[in-house]
């Protein structure tokens, strides 16, 4: 697969002033030839400029000029997939970058699959697994937090820390093996003691990695709010508040939202998909109904809830109910209009209080910070960023630790030497997944699968 010439656009479908055509592969330059007509004096056919230079011209299919062009020639291994690479800037709209790739196509390249200049990239040795993740990561960051988070994976911080300890625990598996090789000869106790330690070190390293792994989800993911509360509580007035813009209808009439909105917002570097809700209640119609039953699914696969208070208004039965229903979940109780006269009385719950007016728009900053305290534990610090771990990363490092762990079981309980040699096999395979030392197809086809094409 890797001998075939492959191509794809690489900006965005849709409307803009340029788009790039991507081509890469041993016969990168000589594809690109047959599309490529060079203009004016100084320019060059791909194949014969020098690397790293842009040439004018045209692409060419039967004949018909079809766009005026710049083309890149990058010659391997400097390039992102570490092969000849070509890359036409052509301009940009549907059509034209289209009609560009098929000349390109007719040529001789393949279109290329999703992901598949990153996968070039780690099968060339390029990068590594955990760095092509980050690729996608970046492309997905709907925060500038996730971005630095998935840039500092890109340059392989984590990387580099999983193969430190990756090889620490080699150099203990091939000191075991060593003895397993002459039985005749005892491992020292002080000998057995350093391997113990060097094993404790590095179950350690990854039980602090394994702690990240939430604020990592959370930063990739983005956490979903629900807000809900009975109606003309506010709710969608304080989703228009937290985006920043009017969003959801917001009206004095009871029942106003039926349907759910959903819509990301970046608080306090965390991508949070907030979900408008219709107001609580019994339904009176048909429509109000369906509402209501949108809001328990929405509620049902929060992560986190809202629950909107009208502070101008005492409590009724039904504020309750739902008071003591949301209890099992991660809550906010927000009350809401605190600009008015206060008749809310609010028995004491197990929840973070916020007081905020979506009039005066009082409070709100202070239920930002709320917000991110409870779905982020401790501080975000530039330490944490660089190795903020993944759930693929997360399953492999919990196999790899259980594994470090009977392997100083066995050690201790003065098993054969086998036995600990095997689970220390195993956890130094689990660890080497992170960064794709070990992989399988299944594995790889997965992970670049969720690429955008062109990537
Ligand atoms: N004084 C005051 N009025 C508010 C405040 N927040 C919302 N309101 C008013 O309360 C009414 C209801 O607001 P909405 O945001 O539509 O309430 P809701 O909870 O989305 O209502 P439903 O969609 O019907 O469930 C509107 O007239 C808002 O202008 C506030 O902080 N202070
Ligand atoms: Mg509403």
Redesign the pocket.
Known sequence: MLEDTIAAIATPLGEGGLAVIRVSGANAFIVTDKAFVPRGKSSLKTSEAPTHTLQYGHIVADERVIDEVLVARVCAPRTFTREHTAEITCHGGVLAAKMVLDAVLASGARMAEPGEFTKRAFLNGRIDLAQAEAVADLIAARTELAAAAANEQLAGKLSQRINEVRDQMMITLAHIEAHIDFPDEDIAPDTQAALVQRLRHASAFMEELLRTANEGQVLRRGIRAAIV?R???????LLNQLLGHDRAI????????RDTIEETANIRGIPVVFI?T??LREGTNEIEIEGIKRSRTSLERAELILH?LDNSEPLTDSDTTYLGEFSNKKRILVR??V??PARLDLPALDAPVVEV???TRAGLESLKDTIKSLVWSGEISSDMLQVMINSRHQDALRRAREATENTIEAFQSGQTLEIPAMELRIATNAIGEVVGKTTTEDLLDAIFSQFCIGK
């Open positions: 509360g109606p003309n509580a506010g709710k969608s007035s917001v009206s004095h009439i009871p029942g106003t939202t408008d219709a107001g909107v809401n209009k600009d008015l007016s979506c009039a």
